[in-house]
T-cell receptor, first 116, second 111 residues
Framework: SQTIHQWPATLVQPVGSPLSLECTVEGTSNPNLYWYRQAAGRGLQLLFYSVGIGQISSEVPQNLSASRPQDRQFILSSKKLLLSDSGFYLCAWSVGRGLVLNTEAFFGQGTRLTVV | KQEVTQIPAALSVPEGENLVLNCSFT??????LQWFRQDPGKGLTSLLLIQSSQREQTSGRLNASLDKSSGRSTLYIAASQPGDSATYLCAVSTGGFKTIFGAGTRLFVKA
């Protein structure tokens, strides 16, 4: 069966420090991968998605970047964190079927990031 | 621009009650609609996925309906239990890789 791992679960970082959040998926090949951010009391905002190794699409301009060095690994990074980067970050995957997104999305357990 | 709204924002019910959570969306051109459950500080768990060609899906005590023409979906929970307490999110996929989420309904079931 497929599983998704996301770490760390919580993170407290000072302003200006770098960030690296990692997500890996097991039990499937060539998944579509996603990074979302969830603000308190609001819906999830899609930050990045990837349909394959090295292919990253950004949905919103921001202080963050994403990379996909391996088929089932997705990394969210920042060179210098801002206070506004605080939030709950969620990684997700779905079966890769090109541009037709008609499948379920599965989420990791999330990372609570607090920038101080 | 697709927008997803969930009403109510919060709901408290006694154990055993049947309840309905509502989700509305502004653009009926969707690929699918998915209901998720989120426990505090945790990720999302997929509950039900309704394809655009379907009217409803059922899983145990949960039943989700979809009316694309009116831009509405409901999640029906039968015989609610304290373990059902969580935030319930609906999300619509509108093409490409865009999935738009509602802000969720926070449910509390009292024992």
């Amino acid at each position: 069966s497929q599983t998704i791992h996301q770490w760390p679960a919580t993170l407290v970082q000072p302003v200006g420090s770098p960030l690296s959040l990692e997500c890996t998926v097991e039990g499937t090949s060539n998944p579509n991968l996603y990074w979302y951010r969830q603000a308190a009391g609001r819906g999830l905002q899609l930050l990045f998605y990837s349909v394959g190794i090295g292919q990253i699409s950004s949905e919103v301009p921001q202080n963050l970047s994403a990379s996909r060095p391996q088929d089932r690994q997705f990394i969210l990074s920042s060179k210098k964190l801002l206070l506004s980067d605080s939030g709950f970050y969620l990684c997700a995957w779905s079966v890769g079927r090109g541009l037709v997104l008609n499948t379920e999305a599965f989420f990791g357990q999330g990372t609570r990031l607090t920038v101080v | 621009k697709q927008e997803v709204t969930q009403i109510p924002a919060a709901l408290s019910v006694p154990e055993g009650e049947n309840l309905v959570l509502n989700c509305s969306f502004t653009d009926s051109a969707i690929y699918n609609l998915q209901w998720f459950r989120q426990d505090p500080g945790k990720g999302l768990t997929s509950l039900l996925l309704i394809q655009s060609s379907q009217r409803e899906q059922t899983s145990g005590r949960l039943n989700a309906s979809l009316d694309k023409s009116s831009g509405r979906s409901t999640l029906y929970i039968a015989a609610s239990q304290p373990g059902d307490s969580a935030t319930y999110l609906c999300a619509v996929s509108t093409g490409g890789f865009k999935t738009i989420f509602g802000a969720g309904t926070r449910l509390f079931v009292k024992a």
